[in-house]
């Protein structure tokens, strides 16, 4: 082989061996946009628009997220519907997210409704927040349940 073959072929190996670990190098993962610290959850009407069971891996889409509606207010009290139920109570956001919802009076509002479940989720919430999205997420302990809510616009007083 000629010296410039050789040196041309000598250039190349060395210019592969230069090029080949910067490829293999992982390029920075992107960092996901970090959580608005400054989102609220009050005086918004949070609709209730799904739940999701991690050990089922079923998830139930509310058909009428108007009718199940939950408000946090800054005092710590809350107010919302259960499809034909209306009901307040207080939250606290101390140590765990805890919700205790009474029924103003409760109706039986028929067979199709989510009322029953509704209540029964709201009472067993141990963490909550804003979603990421703009939405709100409740969650049962361990996740075994999560409520998502759409922001249904601003409460009125």
């Known amino acids: 082989m000629s010296k410039s073959i050789t040196r041309a072929l000598l250039c190349v190996y060395v210019g592969v061996l230069l090029i080949l670990p910067a490829a293999c190098v992982p390029l920075p993962a992107t960092t996901p946009a970090a959580p608005d610290?400054?989102?609220?959850?009050?005086?918004?009407?949070?609709?209730?628009?799904s739940v999701a069971n991690r050990t089922t891996d079923a998830t139930t889409t509310v058909p009428d997220p108007q009718s199940y509606t939950i408000i946090f207010r800054e005092d710590g009290t809350l107010s919302?519907?259960?499809?034909?139920?209306?009901?307040?109570?207080?939250?606290?956001?101390?140590?765990?997210?805890?919700?205790?919802?009474?029924?103003?009076?409760?109706?039986?509002?028929?067979?199709?409704?989510?009322?029953?479940?509704?209540?029964?989720?709201?009472?067993?919430?141990?963490?909550?927040?804003?979603?990421?999205?703009?939405?709100?997420?409740?969650?049962?302990?361990?996740?075994?349940?999560?409520?998502?809510?759409?922001?249904?616009?601003?409460?009125?007083?």
Not at 37 to 49: E, H, K, P, R
């Open 80 to 157: 919302g519907q259960a499809d034909c139920n209306t009901f307040t109570g207080t939250y606290t956001q101390e140590d765990d997210f805890r919700i205790m919802a009474t029924p103003d009076v409760m109706a039986a509002c028929g067979g199709d409704s989510l009322d029953q479940q509704y209540f029964e989720l709201l009472d067993v919430i141990v963490a909550g927040g804003p979603d990421g999205a703009g939405g709100l997420a409740l969650e049962t302990a361990g996740g075994e349940q999560r409520m998502v809510f759409q922001d249904g616009g601003p409460a009125t007083n």
């Open 37 to 49: 610290t400054g989102a609220t959850i009050t005086d918004i009407v949070w609709q209730w628009t």
